[in-house]
């Protein structure tokens, strides 16, 4: 007689549980044969589910469970019913299992399965094209299951963290009002409103900044988010983060509650103690140490800033195209790779290809000889003994040490060097291509400019959003220089990538006013962009600040994943496309009718 599992006999243990203290018991397990072995009577699978795996055994004894399981191939869903064995010495120790096997009396096969187009396993050398096209396959392989089970624990430990603390998890709408500023929106046409369109939110800023005006106080969110954007290794056009608002705080509070968060979650999922508080650092520091505002400080390379070296010396220095940039207004940057760590000459000319792979025109470098002669370098053909030995002191160069010069404008300058940097330290062994290699380095970016400058338009523009409160001492200079305004805006990193950023909001009416006018927004355009917000703070709205964290990054840097795609169970490629179920797809005409849009075909190049 059938065993009625399921209906009556419920599953007992997961493939993950079974030890030697399991030994004569009768269990009942449901999960995909992972793999199938006849050995000439007996028959052996390793059942899988979410938890691991277990040995089975099938004995001719029971006689309608080893028929049935002489029809086993790979990936059929199946239960069944028997008693724990030991293995004796006969152990497996890779897995968490392998002291036992289960001796089973009693098999049904739920489901039968195709071939599958790869093979479920941990290391699979299937495309990843092929992969994400099967994804309900991919995410059978352990690794994508631990990443995701961890994932679901860092939800849950956020949750309680931050309920912990006061805060009250609050929902935002997904579809609200295009306001300008920050990333491209997804635009949804609305049916009911013909010529309007919906945006997706790249993030509930204003909305929070609304339940602060509300008076809840503290509010959090795990969220999804929507951006419009070219897509890269950390980068996917819908994404979640970890979204929190607190009113009456300065940003030390702030810093001092994600420092909690961040901590809890490595020592709960990691079991590693985060020193806290953070390290932290002067925007303008970071960008002269490591050309960017994310740098990673496992490791040394630092940059160092020669344009007063080079502006010291003139055109007398010998080296025109440097005092030329210079005179542009522009910087130059050198940084040293060490002779303990020595490249080849030909690794050396590579890293002018790279530089260039990164918008530099060429990359100008020194090796450093006895005396602190240089060598090949045709800098040294005309450089003054004087800018040389000022250059060796200023970067420290010592004999058999490289030196490689970057100089021009200086956004591009930051950015190769930046690139630079990281692609050395990978050369060298001194981080890993991608994971932490057991190092946590967390820092605080702090006090970044308020504008940036927009060279195309020639005007200042919101280096953040226009709400972000400039340092009370600066508000002097919102109207006679700009660019010289700091702010209460600060971003966490970790090992070279941004997990989160955030600012402390402009709640002052006036001084709102002053930015707006710094930004070239008059008082109708405001309102027209921003008046419903506008309108809010108006109504005794509390000083409050926020910030939102990355979650996707910090799965995959906490997981150690090679990309955004490793740690989202359906993601987009990278040209933003699912080939799974073939979004984005087409729609007829009489959708579009019903939303009053026409497609128009791209002109031919």
Not at 223 to 232: A, M, P, S, T
Not at 430 to 453: A, H, R, T
Request: glycine share 10%; net charge neutral; proline share 5%.
């Amino acid at each position: 007689m059938a065993v009625p599992f399921i209906s009556e006999v419920k599953r007992t243990h997961t493939c993950g549980q079974l030890t030697a203290a399991n030994v004569g018991e009768e269990v009942v397990l449901f999960g995909w044969v992972h793999n199938r072995r006849d050995h000439g009577g007996a028959v052996f699978i390793d059942l899988r589910d979410r938890d691991g795996l277990t040995q089975v055994v099938f004995e001719p004894d029971s006689k309608d469970a080893h028929e049935t399981a002489g029809h086993l191939r790979l990936e059929y869903c199946v239960g069944i019913k028997g008693k724990v064995l030991s293995r004796g010495k006969n152990v497996n120790p890779k897995m968490k299992t392998g002291e036992i096997e289960v001796k089973a009396s009693d098999l049904t096969i739920f489901n039968r399965s195709e071939p599958t187009p790869f093979l479920i396993e941990d290391n699979v050398e299937t495309s990843e094209e092929k992969r994400l096209a099967h994804r309900y396959l991919d995410l059978r392989r352990g690794p994508l299951q631990k990443t995701l089970m961890t994932r679901s624990k860092m939800n849950t430990l956020a949750r309680s963290y931050m309920a912990g603390n006061g805060f009250l998890e609050l929902e935002t709408p997904f579809m609200g009002k295009y306001t300008p500023g920050g990333a491209r929106n997804f635009l949804v046409p609305s049916r009911l409103n013909p010529g309007k369109f919906y945006a997706l939110a790249e993030s509930p800023q204003l909305y929070k900044q609304l339940f602060m005006v509300a008076g809840f106080d503290r509010y959090f969110q795990i969220v999804k988010c929507f951006r419009d954007e070219d897509l890269r290794l950390d980068r996917q056009p819908e994404f979640t983060q970890i979204d929190v608002e607190m009113s009456f705080v300065t940003q030390d509070d702030i810093f001092t509650i994600i420092e909690g968060l961040l901590k809890k979650l490595w020592g709960e999922v990691l079991g590693i103690d985060i020193p806290t508080p953070f390290q932290r650092m002067d925007f303008y520091e970071s960008m002269a140490k490591y050309g960017n505002d994310k740098p990673d400080l496992r490791f040394g390379l630092e940059h160092t800033v020669l344009t007063d070296v080079i502006r010291e010396h003139g055109a007398a220095g010998g080296v025109p195209m440097m005092w030329d940039a210079v005179q542009d207004k522009g910087i130059v940057k050198a940084m040293v790779v060490p002779a303990e760590k020595a490249l080849s000459r030909a690794e050396s000319d590579k890293l002018e290809d790279f530089a260039k792979q990164a918008g530099a025109k060429g990359l100008a470098r020194a090796k450093v000889g006895e005396g602190g002669e240089w060598t090949q370098s045709p800098l040294s053909k005309t450089i003054t003994p004087a800018l040389r030995q000022a250059i060796n002191q200023a970067v420290n160069a010592k004999t058999g040490d490289l030196i490689l010069f970057q100089f021009g404008k200086e956004s591009l300058v930051h950015t190769v060097m930046a690139n630079l940097r990281v692609h050395v330290a990978k050369k060298l062994g001194l981080i890993p291509e991608y994971g932490s290699g057991g190092q946590w380095k967390f820092l605080w970016v702090v006090n970044p400019p308020l504008f940036e400058f927009d060279e195309e338009t020639n005007t200042w523009a919101a280096a953040h959003h226009a709400f972000t409160r400039p340092h009370d001492e600066d508000v002097q200079y919102l109207g006679t220089d700009p660019g010289r305004v700091k702010c209460h805006r600060y971003d966490v990193v970790l090992n070279g990538f941004e997990i989160g950023g955030g600012s402390i909001r402009l709640h002052d009416p006036k001084v709102q006013s002053e930015v707006f006018k710094a930004l070239g927004i008059q008082e109708e355009e405001a309102r027209v962009k921003f008046g419903f917000l506008l309108d809010a703070l108006k109504y005794g709205a509390p000083p409050h600040g926020g910030i939102a964290l990355g979650m996707d990054r910090l799965v995959m840097l906490l997981t150690g994943a090679e990309s955004l795609r490793d740690v989202i169970p359906f993601p987009k490629t990278k040209t933003g496309t699912d080939t799974m179920t073939g979004a984005p797809g087409d729609v007829d005409e009489k959708q579009l009718r019903d939303l009053h849009v026409r497609t128009v075909p791209l002109p031919q190049k």
